[in-house]
């Protein structure tokens, strides 16, 4: 696998093998800094894969949408210490079927969060809603 | 620090602070999957680093390219076991400086690729271009 960045005065425009181009910011203007798309891969990981797992369990899904926060170590390197990440699940789905979707994505599945897992502690919450 | 994804029927949007979002796919499309997007994260992140202390170093850069590569897993959780920076520098850069830059970053400053390191083995390569 395999990406290409290319500076831009004040950000990175990022360009992944599929051809689309994302950029990433510095932090001195709106763009997405590397922290934030990192926490961003967490979510997008963890969430193709619930999605996924809740198809295969028959789970009807109305809507996903997934927060994710992270608490910085203070000294450098600034990794992540820990790491929430909030689903909000609307649909028919039992919650025992969505707790095991996300277990599963976070304990064996998701390569985002466990490449992360020696030095982050990472949690969830799920807040699941009635369908439709 | 905190970042919100939506599930969009086939890819996430997703949001962080200063508002811009990006489009992460599941691979069935042209947009950057998480694992591409953690590399860009890797890229950018160690990137912002390399521009800002060869700012300091007074060398002075024309163009900074940066290929990201890595390899993952066979086995489930497939996080990268090893991951390849080639950063490209063109400008009037001593190679010593612009080493010491790069080492400062993967070593020390930079979060996202010591977020990864007790996983993965980070390598990188520099090649040096003469400026303008």
């Not at 910085?72 to 992540?80: A, D, G, I, M, Q």
């Amino acid at each position: 696998m395999k990406v290409n960045l290319q500076w831009q005065e004040n950000c990175f425009a990022a360009t992944g093998e599929g051809g689309a181009s994302i950029r990433l910011g510095a932090g001195n203007d709106n763009l997405p800094t590397p922290m934030e798309t990192l926490l961003m891969a967490v979510g997008g990981c963890s969430g193709i894969d619930v999605v996924s797992t809740l198809a295969k369990m028959r789970q009807p899904l109305t809507s996903l949408a997934i927060a994710i926060s992270g608490r910085r170590r203070e000294e450098h390197p600034r990794y992540f210490e820990t790491i929430l990440l909030t689903y909000r699940i609307r649909g028919d789905v039992e919650e025992s079927k969505a707790r095991r979707a996300i277990e599963l994505s976070l304990e064996k599945y998701c390569s985002v969060s466990n490449a992360l897992k020696p030095q982050a502690r990472i949690t969830y919450q799920l807040e699941l809603l009635p369908g439709a």
